[in-house]
C-alpha cells in the first residue's frame, strides 16, 4: 500500500523541529540560483562560437574552448565566445566568474573575459572584466562581475584580439571550467 504525504505540511514540520532544536543549522536561501558551469565536454552547446574559436578534444573525451587565430598581418577586431542564453543577476550581492586557461599568444595580442547588456554580434559593446595571460599550465583566473552588470540581461563571454605583429605567434590559447557563482 501507497501512502502520500503533503510535502508541504512535512517541510514545516521539518523547519518548526529545525528551530526549536539547538544542534541543528537550517540555511535559507532567496531565489533560484544562476550558478553555471561548462567544461565543454559536451561539446559546448550552450555557447555561441565567434570566428576562431572552436571546441577540441583535449585528450579522451576531455574537451576544451580553443582561439586559434594565425598571424595573418591584418588588424583585427575583438572576437568573442559567449554563453547563448543571458543571465539574470538582479538582487545578486556578488558574482564571480572564473575560466582556467593555457596557452600563448603573440605581442600586443589580449584575451580575457568580458560582459555586456547589449545582444552579442556585430555593434555590441562588450565590457572587458579581466585580462588573461599566457601560460604554459592550466591556470585559473578569476574575477568579481561590478555592481552594474548585476541586472538581467547579462551576457557573459570570452575574447581575444590578434594584432598584427610581424614574427609573432598569433593566438592559440584553450579555456576550460567556465564558472559562474552567484552570491544572494
Not at 55 to 64: F, T
Amino acid at each position: 500500500m501507497k501512502t502520500r504525504m503533503n510535502h508541504g505540511v512535512l517541510g514545516a514540520a521539518l523547519l518548526a523541529f529545525a528551530l526549536t532544536n539547538t544542534g541543528c543549522v537550517v540555511e535559507v536561501t532567496t531565489g533560484p540560483s544562476q550558478d553555471f558551469f561548462e567544461n565543454f565536454d559536451s561539446g559546448g552547446a550552450r555557447w555561441t562560437l565567434g570566428e576562431g574559436f572552436r571546441v577540441d578534444v583535449a585528450s579522451g573525451s576531455d574537451r576544451w574552448l580553443r582561439a586559434v587565430y594565425d598571424d595573418s598581418c591584418a588588424d583585427q577586431s575583438y572576437n568573442f565566445a559567449h554563453v547563448t542564453a543571458p543571465f539574470n543577476f538582479t538582487g545578486a550581492s556578488a558574482v564571480s566568474v572564473s575560466v582556467s586557461t593555457q596557452g600563448t599568444y603573440g605581442t600586443r595580442d589580449t584575451t580575457g573575459l568580458a560582459w555586456t547588456t547589449d545582444v552579442p554580434g556585430p555593434g555590441a559593446t562588450w565590457n572587458v572584466l579581466s585580462s588573461i595571460s599566457a601560460t604554459s599550465a592550466y591556470v585559473a583566473n578569476s574575477v568579481d562581475l561590478p555592481p552594474e552588470a548585476r541586472r538581467a540581461g547579462v551576457y557573459l563571454g570570452i575574447y581575444f584580439r590578434n594584432i598584427c605583429v610581424r614574427n609573432s605567434i598569433g593566438v592559440n590559447m584553450a579555456y576550460d571550467e567556465f564558472r559562474v557563482v552567484v552570491t544572494r
